[in-house]
């Protein structure tokens, strides 16, 4: 079971990437998938995931209608597309897959449903 991410770099605020995370090993599509980051001295935080039930996207308050989490079965692939990023988008990037398959809505923010992880990518916004 492993989980490859790529993509970040450095870009200018207002500018976009996309984060790409190739799972092998297992089917993406048999459980809930996520985001997570971390910034310099702070906390890992949640920044989007996509429930397996009812395919449900939920996003940090900060990041949404800027950020949009997907994924692409065939590639066993999921993605971050990031839009208009700011500087306190600055972290590292970890895309994670659920320890089970059905996670309920009120956990899927919580790093502990997560079971597997990539080795994260960073993220520098600026100028």
């Known amino acids: 079971v492993q989980l490859q991410a790529s993509g970040g770099g450095l870009v200018q605020p207002g500018g976009s990437l996309r984060l790409s995370c190739a799972a092998s090993?297992?089917?993406?599509?048999?459980?809930?998938i996520g985001w997570f980051r971390q910034a310099p001295g702070k906390e890992r935080e949640f920044v989007a995931a996509?429930?397996?039930?009812?395919?449900?996207?939920f996003y940090k308050a900060s990041v949404r209608g800027r950020f949009e989490i997907s994924r692409v079965i065939a590639r066993n692939t999921m993605y971050l597309q990031m839009n208009g990023l700011e500087p306190e988008d600055t972290a590292v990037y970890y895309c994670a897959v659920s320890r089970n398959a059905g996670v309920i809505a009120s956990r899927i923010r919580d790093s502990d449903e997560y079971a597997y992880w990539g080795q994260g990518t960073l993220v520098t916004v600026s100028s």
């Open positions: 996509i429930r397996r039930q009812d395919n449900n996207k």
């Open positions: 090993g297992f089917t993406l599509d048999d459980y809930a």
